[in-house]
């Protein structure tokens, strides 16, 4: 009997298309033994909510042991000295000190956010220890390194500023230099500084441990972190009247 369906035009049988090709170390394949499952409801969500009221028992035990740093309605006409930013800008406010304003409120912060953090996937497209924190041992050791360094040099280099300014450095060399106070120790000094100590990280991580990409990139982006955190900490503990820097344990309390 013959078929009622659809026939092919002659020779479409034999037609073939071929989609595509994959790499085997590109299909990643997932594990999915029941022992290994652990199912959202009751066990992830029981885990959250535990969480969540030992946060708040602390946070209520944190308010009850500490007041909140609250001052008198503000005054537009009284300022209270120092003036600060809320703590999550405090950073942006302590690199004000060291370099131009545009510099240090537009230009840093879009290359860093926008340029640079977006590119890492791109520069690092290795899947290498994908799911591992730091990768492996080496990666750590990077992490470490890369900590150390630049919370150092950050302190460092914001006890030098400090010192410098004190003894009317910056003035002198900005009065006499070519290019005046603003091109010289506001922007080519701050852009150098910046350039360079990242370079520098670069190829210490390279010869000290062998770094890869994804070494390097690690090593970049805990620097970017650890320099975000110590310039927050000086901000806020290190600021006071004037924004002179203080030791934190004799940090003045805020003039109204």
């Not at 033994?33 to 029981?46: F, N, S, Y």
């Not at 690092?124 to 591992?132: I, T």
């Not at 290019?179 to 190829?203: D, R, T």
């Not at 955190?229 to 820097?245: A, I, K």
């Amino acid at each position: 009997m013959p078929s009622l369906g659809p026939q092919p035009y002659p020779g479409q049988e034999k037609r073939l298309r071929l989609l595509a090709f994959v790499r085997q170390d590109a299909v990643i394949r997932v594990d999915k033994r029941v022992e290994d499952t652990a199912m959202v409801w009751p066990h992830l969500l029981v885990i959250e909510f535990i969480v969540a009221m030992l946060w708040l028992v602390g946070l209520f035990v944190v308010s009850a042991l500490f007041n909140a740093p609250l001052q008198d309605i503000a005054n537009p006409d009284h300022t209270p000295n120092p003036s600060k930013a809320p703590w999550y800008l405090l950073n942006l406010q302590e690199l004000l000190l060291h370099m131009d304003k545009a510099l240090a409120g537009v230009i840093v912060p879009t290359v860093l956010l926008f340029v640079f953090l977006p590119l890492i996937p791109y520069i690092d497209r290795s899947r290498e220890g994908v799911g591992r924190y730091f990768t492996d041992k080496t990666g750590l050791r990077i992490f470490q390194f890369s900590a150390v360094y630049t919370t150092v040099l950050t302190f460092a280099l914001i006890f030098i500023d400090y010192l410098l300014k004190k003894a009317g450095y910056i003035e002198w060399a900005g009065d006499h230099l070519p290019g005046g106070k603003q091109l010289f120790p506001n922007w080519l000094i701050p852009i150098a500084v910046m350039l360079g100590l990242s370079a520098l990280l670069v190829l210490l991580v390279d010869k000290l441990f062998g770094a890869n990409t994804r070494g390097k990139m690690i090593a970049l982006f805990t620097g970017f972190v650890f320099v975000y955190v110590v310039l927050t900490f000086v901000g806020t503990s290190m600021r006071g009247p004037g924004m002179d820097l203080y030791p934190p344990w004799a940090l003045p309390p805020t003039i109204q």
